[in-house]
Nanobody, 125 residues
Framework: QRQLVESGGGSVQAGGSLTLSCDAS????????LAWFRQYPDKQREGVAN???????NYNPHMKGRFTISRESANNTIFLQIHPLSFEDSAMYYC???????????????????WGQGTQVIVSS
C-alpha cells in the first residue's frame, strides 16, 4: 500500500539547520501534488511549501525565506530544509499528497487528503 513516510525530525538548536525527508515514491509529480505542512499543538495544519503542476514550487508567503523545498526525482523523495531554525519552528511536520486534478488549488495547499505520520521538530537554545 502506498504511503508517505517522513523522517529527519528531532531536537535541534536554534540557529542551526535541519532537513526533513519524505519518501513519496507512490505519488509521482506528474499526477500528484506534494506538500509540507506543519502543525502546532491544538492548531490547524498550515502549509509550508509544495510541488504542483509537475514540479513547480510554491511557498506559504508567511514562511518564505527560511524554508526550502526540494526533491530527488530518482526515487521521488521530497525534502524541506529549515535554516536558520527558530523556536517557532518547533512543531509536527507532515508530508501530504493529493491528485493534481480535482477541486481546489494544489499550490494553495487545498484539498490535500493523503498524509504521512509526521515528524516532530523541537528547537531549543
Amino acid at each position: 500500500q502506498r504511503q508517505l513516510v517522513e523522517s529527519g525530525g528531532g531536537s535541534v538548536q536554534a540557529g542551526g539547520s535541519l532537513t526533513l525527508s519524505c519518501d513519496a515514491s507512490g505519488y509521482p509529480l506528474d499526477t500528484y501534488c506534494l506538500a509540507w505542512f506543519r502543525q502546532y499543538p491544538d492548531k490547524q495544519r498550515e502549509g509550508v511549501a509544495n510541488f504542483y503542476n509537475g514540479g513547480k514550487i510554491n511557498y506559504n508567503p508567511h514562511m518564505k525565506g527560511r524554508f526550502t523545498i526540494s526533491r530527488e526525482s530518482a526515487n521521488n523523495t521530497i525534502f524541506l530544509q529549515i535554516h536558520p531554525l527558530s523556536f517557532e519552528d518547533s512543531a509536527m511536520y507532515y508530508c501530504a499528497a493529493r491528485t493534481s486534478i480535482g477541486p481546489g488549488f494544489c499550490s494553495e495547499f487545498q484539498q490535500y487528503s493523503i498524509w504521512g505520520q509526521g515528524t516532530q521538530v523541537i528547537v531549543s537554545s
